[in-house]
């Protein structure tokens, strides 16, 4: 139980385009959902809350303009890299709040690689 | 500022010794703790959570221990295999289902 998918597991993607991530919990449903990036390294950092049906809390530094969230429903949420540069270079995971066991399950991650 | 600090050197040990991680944390007071896998190229796996008022917890081969006056949590791995060469992620509650985690640690075991 407590599965998270996400989609694209990768991506390669021109300067200047967007691209849009999808985080699913398979087999539970989750009010609060996670975005988080790993730069090689170094510890996962939170970018934003993401709550079903209300806006997403972004966390100092993450421009919201930037990196649209959109969680429309308990098992999906959906993360849009617009404009993307270099610099957004990055692995992004998701996770899925699971309320019962007061637990975030994660994602497989998604590799972006802005050329 | 809060911190949360795991050894950022790698710890080598031999298959069926017993692996001990350290995480230490200073200006929180975090109602739980919890401990998570994370191989190359993947998201992190949660493996064990323990509560403030909690002193230890098991999962099979793994033991956690929750010090609150030291602010310190101990990550055991008894009897190691190769299959546990992982980097191991603390994470501490923030409030509101908010975690953060340290940088964490990898652990090699060699056959």
């Known amino acids: 139980g407590a599965v998270v998918s996400q989609h694209p597991s990768w991506v390669i993607c021109k300067s200047g385009t967007s691209v849009k991530i999808e985080c699913r919990s398979l087999?539970?449903?989750?009010?609060?959902m996670f975005w988080y990036r790993q730069f090689p390294k170094q510890s996962l950092m939170l970018m934003a809350t993401?709550?079903?049906?209300?806006?997403?809390?972004?966390e100092q530094g993450v421009e919201k303009d930037k990196f649209l969230i959109n969680h429309a429903s308990l098992t999906l949420s959906t993360l849009t890299v617009t404009s993307a540069h270099p610099e957004d270079s990055s692995f992004y995971i998701c996770s899925a709040f699971e309320g019962a066991l007061e637990t975030q399950y994660f994602g497989p991650g998604t590799r972006l690689l802005v050329l | 500022s809060q911190k949360i600090e795991q050894n950022s050197e790698a710890l080598n040990i031999q298959e069926g010794k017993t692996a001990t991680l350290t995480c230490n944390y200073t200006n929180y007071s975090p109602a739980y703790l919890q401990w998570y896998r994370q191989d190359p190229g993947r998201g992190p796996v949660f493996l064990l959570l323990?509560?403030?008022?909690?002193k230890e917890k098991r999962k099979e081969r793994l033991k956690v221990t929750f010090d609150t006056t030291l602010k310190q949590s101990l990550f055991h791995i008894t009897a190691s295999q190769p299959a546990d060469s992982a980097t191991y992620l603390c994470?501490?509650?923030?409030?509101?289902?908010?975690?953060?985690f340290g940088k964490g640690t990898m652990l090699l075991v060699s056959p």
């Open positions: 993401s709550n079903e049906g209300s806006k997403a809390t972004y």
């Open positions: 323990i509560r403030e008022n909690e």
């Open positions: 087999d539970f449903q989750a009010t609060t």
């Open positions: 994470a501490l509650d923030s409030g509101y289902s908010t975690l953060t």
